[in-house]
C-alpha cells in the first residue's frame, strides 16, 4: 500500500487535509485549548505524552477520539505520544465504529472474537497498529501515572471528578452517535461524528510547536 511522506495511507492523508478548523467556535476552542497546553508542556519538557480519552462504555467516542489522536500524531511529526482509550465500564468496540474507520480509509483486522473482540487498527502500512478493545479506564492496558484523561462524554465526566493517577483531567464531549443506532442517519451521524472529532483534535496538535 502507498504511503505518504508521513507514513499515513493516502486516503487517510487527504481526509485531514480536508478537516476545517476555521470553523470552531470560539467557546469550543476554551475546551480544546486546556489539552493543547498540556502537549506542549510535555514536549518543551521533552516528556513522553500519555493521553487517556474516556467515555462511560468505552464503545465509540473514547474510540474515535484515541485512533485519531494517535493518527494526527503521526501527521505533525510529534513524537512520543501514546495513546489510550478507556470507560467507566467495560462494553465492546462498537461495529459501526470500525465501519466508520475503515471508510477513511485505515486498516482494520479482527484479531478476537467474542462478545468483547480485540482489533488492530493501522493508518499506515509501517506504523505500529492501535490496539482497539473495550476496557476500563484503569485496566492494566493504560497508563497509571503521567497521563492526561480527556473525559469524551457527559456522563463520565459527571461520574469520576477525580481519575486516579491522571496528571489533568480535561473534559472535551461529544454527542453520542448511539442515539442513531437503528435508524436511516446510523452512517450519517458515526461519519459526522468522526469528522468532527478528527477535526478538533487536528486543531489540538496543529497548535504544537516543535
Excluded at 493518527?71 to 489510550?84: D, H, M, P, R, S
Excluded at 465501519?99 to 486498516?107: A, I, S, Y
Excluded at 478476537?112 to 485496566?139: A, C, L, R, T, W
Excluded at 480535561?170 to 461519519?191: L, R, V
Aim: glycine share 4%.
Amino acid at each position: 500500500m502507498t504511503q505518504t511522506q508521513t507514513g499515513i495511507y493516502p486516503e487517510i492523508y487527504e481526509n485531514i487535509k480536508s478537516f476545517d478548523t476555521s470553523h470552531i467556535s470560539g467557546a469550543r476552542r476554551i475546551n480544546l485549548d486546556p489539552l493543547v497546553e498540556f502537549i506542549q508542556s510535555k514536549v518543551n519538557g521533552k516528556e513522553d505524552i500519555r493521553l487517556n480519552f474516556i467515555c462511560t462504555h468505552n464503545s465509540r467516542r473514547s474510540h474515535l477520539s484515541q485512533i485519531w489522536a494517535q493518527t494526527l500524531a503521526q501527521f505533525f511529526t510529534i513524537k512520543n505520544v501514546y495513546c489510550y482509550s478507556g470507560g467507566t465500564e467495560a462494553t465492546a468496540l462498537f461495529p459501526m465504529v470500525v465501519n466508520t474507520l475503515e471508510k477513511q480509509g485505515f486498516h482494520i483486522q479482527k484479531l478476537s472474537e467474542g462478545h468483547n473482540p480485540v482489533y488492530s487498527i493501522k493508518y499506515g502500512d509501517n506504523e505500529h497498529p492501535i490496539v482497539g478493545f473495550s476496557k476500563k479506564m484503569d485496566d492494566a492496558f493504560n497508563p497509571n501515572s503521567n497521563f492526561a484523561a480527556i473525559m469524551t462524554c457527559d456522563s463520565a465526566n459527571e461520574a469520576c471528578p477525580f481519575v486516579p493517577g491522571a496528571e489533568k483531567r480535561i473534559p472535551i464531549t461529544f454527542e453520542d452517535p448511539k442515539a442513531f443506532d437503528d435508524t436511516p442517519y446510523q452512517a450519517e451521524q458515526y461519519h459526522e461524528r468522526s469528522v468532527q472529532i478528527a477535526t478538533e483534535l487536528c486543531y489540538v496538535f496543529s497548535k504544537i510547536k516543535l
